[in-house]
T-cell receptor, first 113, second 107 residues
Framework: DGGITQSPKYLFRKEGQNVTLSCEQNLNHDAMYWYRQDPGQGLRLIYYSQIVNDFQKGDIAEGYSVSREKKESFPLTVTSAQKNPTAFYLC????????????FGQGTRLTVV | EDQVTQSPEALRLQEGESSSLNCSYTVSGLRGLFWYRQDPGKGPEFLFTLYSAGEEKEKERLKATLTKKESFLHITAPKPEDSATYLCAVRYDKIIFGKGTRLHILP
């Protein structure tokens, strides 16, 4: 089945630790995205990538880092510099052609204690 | 600043009571507008893509329309299973989202 896989579904970390969220897609999409969602809020863009080995900051990139070494993979690291990391994180992918929509994984809920 | 604004923030309807959700945008170089449905704790589920002013798309009880500066999601005779958050997104060089409309259909 083609799709986007995020793992793990739930993640708990102690304050001050870095943590990496996984996102893999087998849709052969060029573009991948990371969003953050807080309770009752919409999706805010953290980082996006349109091609391997290249990525751009979104609206809330501070305290996060990404890599895009393979077309299929776009891991997100939440660093200790992120002041309020507890949130629901969503990964998406799309073709880069105009008018093409993004498809989402099922999300990772990160709780930092 | 590029923005997507959805209204209302929340909407409660009786089963069978039709209504519309609004999405307005201030983005130059629009390359597509999208509607998604999101259930609690899940990733957004794609509903529609609209690309040109005047375009309309339909799926079951939902109909999406697009003008030059806004889109509407019309819901006709909704059922309780239509209760969800509906998200609007626009694409230019990236994809950005509005805050969503939480829709609750009462039986």
């Amino acid at each position: 089945d083609g799709g986007i896989t995020q793992s793990p579904k739930y993640l708990f970390r102690k304050e001050g630790q870095n943590v990496t969220l996984s996102c893999e897609q087998n849709l052969n999409h060029d573009a991948m995205y990371w969003y953050r969602q807080d309770p009752g809020q919409g999706l805010r863009l953290i980082y996006y990538s349109q091609i391997v080995n290249d990525f751009q900051k979104g609206d809330i990139a501070e305290g996060y880092s990404v890599s895009r070494e393979k077309k299929e993979s776009f891991p997100l690291t939440v660093t200790s510099a992120q002041k309020n990391p507890t949130a629901f994180y969503l990964c998406a992918s799309s073709m880069i052609r105009e008018g093409t929509e993004a498809f989402f994984g099922q999300g990772t809920r990160l709780t930092v204690v | 600043e590029d923005q997507v604004t959805q209204s209302p923030e929340a909407l409660r309807l009786q089963e069978g009571e039709s209504s519309s959700l609004n999405c307005s945008y201030t983005v130059s170089g629009l390359r597509g507008l999208f509607w998604y449905r999101q259930d609690p704790g899940k990733g957004p589920e794609f509903l529609f893509t609209l690309y040109s002013a005047g375009e309309e798309k339909e799926k079951e009880r939902l109909k999406a329309t697009l003008t030059k500066k806004e889109s509407f999601l019309h819901i006709t005779a909704p059922k309780p299973e239509d209760s969800a958050t509906y998200l609007c997104a626009v694409r230019y060089d990236k994809i950005i989202f509005g805050k969503g409309t939480r829709l609750h259909i009462l039986p």
